[in-house]
Nanobody, 123 residues
Framework: QVQLAESGGGLVQAGDSLRLTCASS????????VGWFRQAPGKEREFVGT????????YYSDSVKGRFTIARDNDKNAAYLQMNNLTPEDSAVYYC????????????????WGQGTQVTVSS
């Protein structure tokens, strides 16, 4: 069982930055790829990006590429989503998710999810 908890969300202005943290309590966290997803009201859950279990590769959706960066620290059992140059379109609940070993772009492939953290960007 992998427990995940997101933190770091909040209300910011357009152009600001936020750093989300995904903390895990499991000692085997390093064996899991971590994905970040977001869901805005009335919309489907959207892939944001993912990082491999070895942290040797990251992948991003086109909508955030060049603005968002995913990192992880397996010694701390944590992953991070650095979000720069935020726009109102980035407003959503952000979720981190874990998938054993191989990363995926699909939400249904992830086995464990956090409770989400709200990010609101005002114009």
């Amino acid at each position: 069982q992998v427990q995940l908890a997101e933190s770091g969300g909040g209300l910011v202005q357009a152009g600001d930055s936020l750093r989300l943290t995904c903390a895990s309590s499991t000692r085997t966290f390093s064996s899991y790829a971590v994905g970040w997803f977001r869901q805005a009201p009335g919309k489907e859950r959207e892939f944001v990006g993912t990082i491999t279990w070895r942290a040797d590769n990251t992948y991003y959706s086109d909508s955030v590429k060049g603005r968002f960066t995913i990192a992880r620290d397996n010694d701390k059992n944590a992953a991070y989503l650095q979000m720069n140059n935020l726009t109102p379109e980035d407003s959503a609940v952000y979720y981190c998710a874990a998938k054993y070993y191989r990363e995926s772009f699909k939400a249904q492939d992830y086995e464990y999810w956090g409770q989400g953290t709200q990010v609101t960007v005002s114009s």
